[in-house]
């Protein structure tokens, strides 16, 4: 079947913060392409670098993908051409979307993954505007196929609401934000004005794992234990406050899906959620109105998985099909090759749970 393709990705190239999209005030603190001797590329963004590959804080990512029109070393090992990594070429995206059976796919970036990129919120703000106008002009080559989220600043409430609301009139389909604001959980009430936009706008939110916490990230000091750990345990984060901390009582209509980190932390930590919940319910510690499971199974929270998970028909079993939404990630490097085909081969999941979770709950969620 054509798979709709609900979070793939876009590795940032120096256009993205180009003067047609990077606001006048901030050109002369555009974020630069600098090569380190024996590491390759990287993005400078006040006097601090993107990635950062060794020692504490340590992260990765493969963007930038290439200084001019010479692939990093990361990229040349990929299968994918360099216009589909970093959309300069929009042709071979589709090309890549079609030899993987994608009918639509929906964009998210990349760099933003690392949380902050700069502790002057103006510029971060900036950042973000920048990447939006940049990708919808994109994808707008090519909007019957390639869809895109916006991502803000929540360093700043009320110019993410702004640029939502901008976002939103541009075609955007969703926001994508990371499991914590820094070291701020999402439950924080600063956070409502956000949530509620998003619900007026019938927006889909988006937590998506990443290097958000610079307390929980700065604990480690090489790449394979950064993406272990804080990349991922931060969505973890990001969902116990968003259900067990009334976001979903106080914004009911709020879509919410957790991307990126598999299925198989599912029915562990909501089996673990649901063992403290009546004790912390007796000590006034549990704010939400409602149960763990039931928000999982409520129907306006949704979990990206893996097609080889080898939990995915427990986690089917727990919550139902309708809880789980097929990406690609596309063009990182990690990801699962022909992972439609895959999924379509495996005979441990029933053909119309495959319909659900390759199209039908991804079309749901972004509310298309």
């Known amino acids: 079947m ?3 393709d609900a979070d793939a990705h876009v590795e940032e190239s120096p256009a993205t913060f180009s003067d047609a999209f990077l606001d006048a005030a901030y050109r002369d603190r555009r974020p630069q392409v600098v090569t380190l001797e024996g590491q390759g590329p990287v993005w400078a963004i006040d006097q601090r670098l993107f990635p950062r590959r060794t020692g504490r804080g340590a992260h990765h990512f493969s963007t930038p993908a290439s200084v001019g029109e010479t692939p990093s070393s990361f990229t ?8 589909s990594v970093t959309l300069a070429d929009v042709d071979a995206r589709l090309r890549q979307m079609d030899a993987d059976g994608i009918d639509r796919q929906v964009v998210y970036p990349t760099l933003f993954l690392a949380y902050p990129l700069t502790d002057d919120e103006g510029c971060a703000a900036a950042l973000c505007r920048s990447y939006n106008r940049w990708i919808k002009a994109t994808c707008d080559r090519r909007a019957d196929r390639m869809l895109w989220v916006c991502t803000v600043n929540l360093g700043d409430v009320d110019g993410a609401v702004a640029e939502v609301r901008r976002a939103r009139a541009d075609g955007a389909v ?3 934000i990371l499991g914590t604001v820094g070291d701020r959980t999402l439950d924080d009430a600063e956070f409502d004005p956000f949530y509620a936009a998003l619900t007026e706008l019938d927006m889909a939110l988006a937590v998506h794992v990443g290097w958000s916490s610079p307390s929980l990230t700065s604990l480690y000091d090489n790449v394979y234990d950064a993406l272990v750990v804080p990349f991922t345990t931060t969505l973890f984060t990001g969902f116990l406050h968003i259900v067990a901390s009334g976001v979903l009582d106080r914004f009911p209509k709020l879509r919410v899906c957790f991307f990126e980190a598999g299925c198989q932390w599912v029915p562990f930590l909501l089996d673990r959620m649901e063992h403290y919940h009546e004790m912390a319910v007796g000590r006034g510690q549990y704010r939400a109105k409602k149960s763990p499971m039931e928000y999982a199974r409520g129907g306006n929270v949704y979990f990206g998985f893996e097609v080889d998970d080898r939990l995915l028909p427990q986690a089917i079993d ?4 309708d809880a789980f939404i097929y990406a690609s990630d596309i063009p990182h490097g990690d990801r699962e090759w022909d992972s439609v085909q895959k999924l ?3 005979t441990d999941l029933a053909e119309d749970a495959k319909q659900k979770l390759l199209v039908d709950n991804g079309l749901r969620f972004y509310g298309l």
């Open 76 to 83: 040349a090992t990929k299968r994918d051409e360099l216009g």
């Open 318 to 321: 727990m919550l139902g099909p």
């Open 2 to 4: 054509n798979a709709f």
């Open 344 to 346: 379509e081969a495996r």
């Open 174 to 176: 969703g926001c994508m």
